[in-house]
């Protein structure tokens, strides 16, 4: 019942004039990563009031009928629940929820999905943990994993704990997708916000190994690009 009330005012909140912009931006085409994905165009901010209003009488059973809807905003709206309740868990639930994200990574399947989740969910119950597990994803072959692998690591990079990100980083420098190059520069960037020394040494090791469009993300914020 939760579930239909929520999907219910997503739909309210649907735009169509923008699905064909929407569609074409999260690469839903023919032979695109996103092949076949379906958009109801609703803004973030929307989906996020309507997770704020469900998050806590909606079960996980609610959220896996929303991850394994074929619209995208479903999909993200359960995310966004997901993120919210794992504020206000206590330790035990915050192992049920990070197992369950776990368990249904497939529907995790585009970059906005992952960069929503990733941290909030993955990284922020992974800050006093082992790691291991985003080693795991890394080495996956999956996109998507290895996309929230790096990406949960911006909770630890916000607790200037840099060590796995920079990991990570040397493990994806051939990787061939841009959008594993974006998002490892972003990082990076991120990492340089808060020590510009850790960057550069980064990037003095690495620069001649990295992808035009890591490099590019990483050094956005330098003053002096190496």
């Known amino acids: 019942m939760i579930?239909?009330?929520?999907?219910?005012e997503l739909r309210k909140k649907a735009n169509p004039k923008k699905l064909k912009i929407l569609s074409s931006f999260f690469?839903?085409?023919?032979?695109?990563?996103?092949?076949?994905?379906?958009?109801?165009?609703?803004?973030v901010p929307?989906?996020?009031?309507?997770a704020n209003r469900y998050y806590q009488t909606a079960n996980?059973?609610?959220?896996?009928?929303?991850l394994l809807s074929r619209f995208h905003e479903d999909r993200l709206t359960g995310l966004i629940i997901l993120t919210f309740k794992m504020l206000k868990a206590g330790e035990e639930e915050r192992k049920k929820i990070v197992?369950?994200?776990?368990?249904?990574?497939?529907?995790?399947?585009n970059w906005d999905l992952v960069d929503l989740s990733a941290g909030k969910i993955l990284g922020f119950y992974l800050l006093d943990k082992p790691r291991s597990v985003l080693y795991k994803l890394a080495k996956s072959k999956h996109l998507w994993s290895e996309r929230i692998a790096i990406v949960a690591t911006f909770e630890f990079i916000r607790k200037?704990?840099?060590?796995d990100t920079l990991k990570l980083a040397k493990m994806y420098l051939k990787?061939?997708?841009?959008?594993?190059?974006?998002?490892?520069?972003?990082m990076l960037r991120e990492i340089g916000k808060r020590d510009e020394k850790v960057l550069r040494n980064f990037l003095d090791k690495y620069v001649k190994k990295m992808p035009r469009v890591m490099y590019r993300y990483a050094?956005?914020?330098l003053k002096y690009p190496v």
């Not at 579930?3 to 219910?8: E, Y």
């Not at 839903?28 to 076949?36: D, I, L, N, R, V």
């Not at 200037?160 to 060590?163: D, G, P, W, Y």
Request: charged fraction near 30%.
């Open 219 to 221: 050094t956005e914020k």
């Open 27 to 43: 690469k839903t085409g023919k032979g695109q990563y996103a092949e076949g994905d379906k958009m109801l165009a609703i803004t």
């Open 3 to 8: 579930c239909d009330k929520i999907k219910k």
């Open 160 to 163: 200037n704990q840099f060590a």
């Open 99 to 109: 197992d369950f994200y776990l368990a249904n990574l497939d529907r995790v399947n």
């Open 175 to 186: 990787h061939p997708h841009d959008l594993i190059q974006k998002s490892v520069g972003w």
């Open 60 to 66: 996980l059973n609610d959220v896996k009928k929303l």
């Open 46 to 50: 929307d989906q996020r009031a309507i």
